[in-house]
Structures are given as C-alpha cells and as structure tokens.
C-alpha cells in the first residue's frame, strides 16, 4: 500500500526529529507490509494481524508508534477521497498499554555514575570525554537524550541553553553552574558547530547506546536507561520540595498529565510536612504555645 503521496505532502511540515523517527518505522514496517490491499480495501483484520505480529516482533511501543502513522496516512487518505469516509480501519485496534517506568537513581547509584563519568572526563580520549559530558549533562538538565546530542555551540546563551527542536518545540533550558562548567569542558573541533563531537570518525555524536553500557557496566547500574537520568533529575526536583508545575516547566512538558507521575515522590514531604505542623498544633493546645 503506497503512502509516498501522503510523505510527500505531510512530512515536510514536521519538526526535522520527528519526520526522521517516523521515516524509519515506515521504511521498517509499514512499506510493503501489505502487498495485497490496496489503500481503499484495506481492512481491519488485515491490520490487527499486521499489529499483533509488529509487538511480538519490534515490541509494543514501536507497534504503537507504527499504528499512530498508519493511522494518520489513512485519515487522508480519506480526506483527499482514497477512501469512503469513517472507514480507517485502524480505529478498531486498541493499543498497546503503555508501561510507565519511574526508575529513578539513589544517591548511591548517582555516586558510582558521577565516579565513572568523572574518570572519562578526565582521560586523553577526546570522544569518551564527550561522550561522558553528554551524559553528565543528561543528569544535570533533565533534557532528553536528543536534544542534549544535537546541541550547537551557538545553543548556549550564559546559562541557558536554547533547543532548537525539542519534543514540545523550541524551549530553553536554564544552566546551573555545574551544568554550564560541564559544557565549557567539552573540547571543541575547530570551527564545527557541534558541541558533542565523535573524534573517531569525525562527525557529530549521533547516539549514546554504546558508551552509555560501557559506563552503566562499570557504574553497576544494571537496569538503567538514559531516559531514567531524566526521572532522575525530576525526583530530586520534587524531593527538592519544587511544585508539580514547575517540575514540568523544568522538563518542557506540554501538559500537566505528563508531570503527574511524579506526584508520588510528593507523598514522603508531604507526610513530613503534616507531622510537623501536626506536632505544633498539639504543642500548642497543651502549652499555648508551638
């Protein structure tokens, strides 16, 4: 089933990280997955069982993310007259459920991590040096791992940084000390733009994946992900008794509903909070005074 008409005149329109996450999953598994259908027979069954194969194959979320295009390329297929109307066969499929993890590092986790990174920092290995101020800067900021690798020189304004193309669009992020020094530290390749450089093979880093096992392998960090230094970075926000609202500012959250999840993070201050003021208000019955 063709969807070059739909690429061709949708695609331009999207953010540039977007439009290249989606080009792959359609290359991998939406072009020729259904050499049989043509755009206006394609039915239910037919994606049900392309659906249930993509999760076992590629796992739910990627399955998920395949249906969401899918789904969309058939909405206009039916606008631009492809198909008859209220007939995209995808709105029959439930999704995958969505298995939000809060996997969040202790302080003891974060010591191993911070010894690990420092090392590398400080070696003669101009790409570990960066690949490990790239990390660093994942805990520090809470970014995503996207917007922290296609970073520019030209991005850091004093103690903010500009992203260009974040998951809710151009936002800034502002800089601790520590932030901005880890920045700074990064050795710089002569005139490219790029902050985070491969000096191996002369181009910007474009992925963590390799590095970041090398380092979770020496920090014994077993079930970490990079996303996890993000959820990191939130819990000690709220730990840091900062409120939901600005936690989700901090992060570049569209919604509320995005930053609710670490709401339960709140439920130890707020325990702490009501046993003092509980303690205070006794005192004061018994004594008059709190």
């Known amino acids: 089933m063709p969807t070059c008409r739909y690429w061709d005149r949708v695609s331009p329109k999207w953010k540039p990280s977007t439009r290249e996450t989606a080009t792959g999953y359609r290359r991998c598994h939406i072009d020729g ?21 993509l999760t076992d194959r590629s796992g739910p979320g ?6 969401e295009i899918l789904r969309a390329a058939l909405n206009k ?6 198909r008859v109307e209220n007939t995209n066969p995808c ?32 070696g003669e290995d101009r790409t570990e040096q960066a690949y490990a101020s790239a990390i660093l800067l ?22 903010r940084l500009h992203l260009r193309d974040s998951n809710t669009g151009p936002k800034t992020v502002w800089l601790g000390d520590e932030a901005r020094d880890s ?77 609710s999840r670490y709401a339960h993070f709140e439920d130890a201050h707020l325990l702490d909070a009501a046993e003092v003021i509980g303690a205070a208000i006794e005192r004061a019955m018994i004594s008059g005074r709190a």
């Open 183 to 259: 920045i700074l530290s990064v050795p710089r390749c002569g005139k490219n733009t790029s902050i985070f450089w491969n000096w191996r093979y002369l181009r910007p880093i474009q992925t963590i994946h390799s590095p970041w096992a090398k380092f979770r392998h020496e920090a014994q960090l077993k079930d970490v992900r990079p996303h996890d230094l993000r959820h990191t970075y939130a819990s000690h926000a709220v730990m840091g008794r900062e409120s939901l609202p600005m936690i989700g500012r901090l992060l570049g959250h569209a919604t509320v509903k995005s930053t």
């Open 138 to 159: 994942l805990v520090l900021t809470g970014c995503r791992v996207g917007e922290i690798l296609s970073l520019q020189w030209s991005d850091v304004k004093g103690h």
């Open 33 to 53: 997955a259904f050499p049989e259908a043509s755009v206006d027979s394609l039915n239910e069954a037919e994606v049900t069982k392309w659906f249930v194969a």
């Open 91 to 122: 709105y029959g499929i439930r999704q995958n459920r969505k298995n939000h993890r809060n996997r969040f590092l202790s302080d003891d986790e974060l010591a191993r991590l911070g010894a690990v990174l420092a090392r590398a920092r400080a």
């Open 62 to 67: 990627a399955a998920n993310r395949c249906l």
């Open 77 to 82: 297929a039916e606008e631009w007259g492809y």
